[in-house]
């Protein structure tokens, strides 16, 4: 290997799965997209042909950004949303198939990495991160590290902010998911009286023409996220919360639209920047990572026989 290595960062969808080479800088030197593989056996056999085909000379290690819940110390998917994967090895097995160091992590954590590394939190260490699609996902990075927990850590979708409100995906009531995700604008639309086709570029306009409806419509998305931000500001006293997904610029759209509240906690909001692009570079960037933290790896740690 002559030049620095590069990692191919994988970030695979409900539907899409894309691949794209990523170098040190966070760069994508090539990249590759296609629908997401059905069934257990039949993704993992083409994930391995699409990295055997896409691995340039430079590759020194795979990172994998998957929807859903990842033991990323084990490398395990224990859930990936609509896709049948729970109890897939997949580090373990891709990594077997490539000779490569794999990493896999959920690929909110991963678009977190892009966005602390090159995109709207370059600098910052602590980062709290929404994203704002069909549900709500989150990633917390605290010292520059993302934060785990024992496995799962960052299921912000789930903050309660609505006691005893709307029944959640996860079994609860009153989650974040349930008021502020695309789906809740839907359904704030629809319980506003609006047409069912409205967009939410649509609501800033009225609301900017003085539309109380479309304000209210606004409001009644916006304000349960803010609870949930100010939450994580209590716990987590990020730099920065950034909010990204198809709808994350609108959210901080609607989120400084919102009266303002008096309280203890600041914190400056941002919409990302690197859109579908975030996750490949973040799953890059991890795996170049994986190889840094081994090369430095203190010596210590060897046993001595
Ligand atoms: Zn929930």
């Known amino acids: 290997m002559t030049s620095k290595p590069t990692a191919l960062g994988v970030d695979v969808g409900g539907t899409n799965l894309r691949v794209a080479e990523i170098d040190g800088a966070g760069r994508i030197r090539s990249r590759h997209a296609e629908r997401v593989t059905r069934g257990r056996e039949a993704f993992l056999a083409r994930l391995v042909d699409i990295v055997a085909a896409r691995r340039g000379p430079d590759v020194g290690a795979i990172g994998v950004g998957m929807p859903g819940r990842i033991d990323a110390a084990a490398g395990l998917i224990l859930s990936a949303g609509y896709l049948d994967l729970g109890g897939l090895p997949l580090a373990g097995l891709l990594g077997t198939a490539s000779h490569l160091p794999v990493v896999v992590d959920n690929d909110c954590t991963m678009a977190l990495i892009a966005e602390c590394a090159v995109g709207a939190a370059r600098g910052a260490a602590n980062v709290v991160m929404f994203t704002i699609g069909t549900g709500i996902g989150g990633a917390i990075a605290q010292n520059g590290r993302p934060v785990h927990g024992r496995a799962t850590a960052g299921q912000l979708g789930h903050i309660t902010v609505r006691p005893g409100g709307e029944l959640c995906n996860c079994g609860r009531r009153g989650c974040v998911e349930t008021t502020s995700s695309g789906t809740a604008l839907g359904r704030h639309i629809r319980q506003a009286g609006l047409a069912s086709d409205t967009r939410v570029d649509d609501l800033f306009a009225a609301a900017d023409a003085g539309n109380t409806v479309a304000e209210a419509v606004l409001s009644a998305w916006a304000a349960p996220m803010r609870d949930a931000a100010t939450s994580m500001a209590a716990a987590f006293d990020p730099d920065v919360v950034l909010f990204g997904g198809g709808l994350g610029a609108a959210m901080v759209r609607a989120l400084k639209r919102l ?40 010596p210590a740690l060897i046993p001595i026989l």
Request: aromatic share 8%.
């Open 259 to 298: 009266p303002a509240e008096d309280s203890w906690y600041r914190y400056d909001i941002r919409a990302a920047e690197l859109g579908d692009d975030a996750g490949v570079i973040g799953a890059g960037l991890c795996a170049l990572g994986r190889i840094e933290d081994a090369a430095s790896a203190p």
